[in-house]
């Protein structure tokens, strides 16, 4: 099994900051994209951030972003430790949600691609 543990949510005043982590452990021959969703009341999971596994980096590869974070989130990586970590910067009241993290996982060497999901960590923006 894989396990993802998301932490760094919490209630920020609109404009402040803050840094999302997550971390996978388990069964884990390849950390392929790793993402961050995110899914406001009333509405539906949609795409944060993404980024590839860039290789043998360790840092990561490729990045693509929702046009609506462009600017203010920056999502990284730790391959080393099996890390995703998502930096939000200039934070608005419709960033409000709750974060879940992403990750695209082969188990074994012969193995195909699973996708595995978070916990969810609750963003709040509110003055």
């Known amino acids: 099994q894989v396990n993802l543990v998301e932490s760094g949510g919490g209630l920020v005043q609109p404009g402040g900051s803050l840094r999302l982590s997550c971390a996978a452990s388990?069964?884990?021959?390849?950390?392929?994209?790793m993402a961050w969703y995110r899914q406001a009341p009333g509405k539906q999971r949609e795409l944060v951030a993404e980024?590839?596994?860039?290789?043998?980096?360790?840092?990561?590869?490729?990045?693509n972003y929702a046009d609506s974070v462009k600017g203010r989130f920056t999502i990284s990586r730790d391959n080393a430790k099996n890390m995703v970590f998502l930096q939000m910067s200039s934070l608005k009241p419709e960033d409000t949600a709750v974060y879940y993290c992403?990750?695209?996982?082969?188990?074994?060497?012969?193995?195909?691609?699973?996708?595995?999901w978070g916990q969810g960590t609750q963003v709040t923006v509110s003055s």
């Open positions: 992403l990750a695209r996982v082969q188990r074994t060497p012969l193995s195909g691609q699973w996708s595995y």
């Open positions: 388990g069964s884990i021959f390849r950390l392929n994209a």
């Open positions: 980024v590839t596994s860039g290789g043998t980096s360790t840092s990561g590869g490729s990045t």
